[in-house]
């Protein structure tokens, strides 16, 4: 990641002790930063994650949502908090390759079967570390992770094996993790904003798009290609991030809150999520799309296959293997009462 700019540093310093001088503010307001436009579930599960923040603290701890990128992003958003900012924003662990590379493997495709296998990664002793490692480079994750929604395939080809996509250009963002993601799927990856792609679909610049339901409803792809592969290539989640120097300003109390209120947060969203992927999926059929039923397992294979190859910076070879051990661990099920 890229250091402030001296200037930016001294602003957000000054900002920041401003926000905690004495009589300045009775509150601790903390702004929350996120891509997702507002009215999607991400916006609703903040907002309500603020409720119940100012409900639990008594006012005491105020969290201000600001949707739409408006104060940068990602990257932008996770260094102002490693500056010591009063600010959470929602990232990848692939945005943290630089300090942490082994947390991308969270990212890689067919490394978990559902959102719930998944979640085993982040109760597991590896993330445990992973965390704590992080925190030595200054950020603290404060909610380990949100369902960002299922990834599939829309294209104007009808996909049902890697075969199929060979040359097939499908845009995505621009990450190494999702580059090698579609690279070991057969197709041809190309980064480009997200705000491009759908006239680069009308021009036919590329072939596809792939991102979870309600980004493909919501950017009115269906209007251009019409074939949506089910691949579930990647159970995206992510993680609200602040920095470890403004996380120690808090009080165990206001600590304890963030925690729990953003744990019963990410809960919400995931329920708003699902939701609203089973209804803009019925909502692209109404519109004409093909829904076509992937065979998964050569998908996997290429992925098992390649993935690893690809990020030789991580520090264990098995890391891809491992994460599969992981969310594989189906817990014992109760016995049953004979009959």
Request: proline share 8%; charged share 25%.
């Amino acid at each position: 990641m890229r250091p402030l700019r001296p200037a930016m540093a001294l602003v957000i310093a000054a900002l920041t002790i401003g926000a905690f001088a004495p009589g300045v503010a009775a509150e601790t307001v903390i702004r929350v930063s996120y891509g997702n436009q507002p009215g999607e579930p991400i916006d609703l599960a903040v907002r309500q994650w603020a409720t119940w923040v100012e409900e639990e603290s008594g006012g005491d701890l105020v969290l201000r949502p600001f949707p739409a990128s408006q104060l940068g992003n990602e990257t932008e958003i996770t260094e102002q908090a490693r500056f010591g900012s009063a600010v959470i924003g929602i990232s990848a662990y692939s945005n943290f390759f630089d300090v942490a590379p082994d947390l991308s493997v969270i990212d890689a495709p067919y490394i978990a079967d559902s959102f719930e296998a998944k979640a085993r990664i982040f109760d597991s002793d590896w993330f445990q570390a992973q965390s704590a490692a992080l925190v030595e480079q200054g950020y603290r994750i404060v909610v380990p992770w949100v369902a960002y929604g299922e990834r599939q395939l829309l294209s104007n080809r009808e996909v049902r094996t890697p075969e199929d996509l060979r040359g097939v250009r499908i845009r995505v963002q621009n990450s190494p993790m999702y580059v090698a993601a579609l690279r070991s799927m057969n197709a041809v990856p190309t980064p480009m904003s997200l705000g491009d792609v759908y006239p680069a679909l009308a021009q036919g610049m590329i072939d596809g798009v792939e991102n979870p339901i309600p980004v493909l409803h919501g950017g009115r792809f269906e209007e251009v290609v019409k074939r949506l592969s089910l691949t579930r290539h990647m159970q995206t989640t992510a993680p609200f991030v602040t920095g470890e120097e403004f996380w120690q300003r808090l009080t165990p109390e206001q600590r304890r809150i963030l925690s729990e209120t953003g744990a019963r947060m990410a809960e919400y969203a995931n329920r708003l999520i699902e939701e609203r992927s089973e209804a803009d999926l019925e909502r692209m059929r109404d519109a004409g799309v093909e829904v076509i039923e992937v065979d998964l397992a050569p998908f996997r294979s290429r992925a098992r296959e390649m993935i690893p190859s690809a990020f030789p910076q991580w520090s264990d070879p098995g890391l891809f293997d491992r994460m599969l051990e992981i969310t594989a661990n189906d817990p014992p099920r109760p016995e049953e009462d004979p009959l």
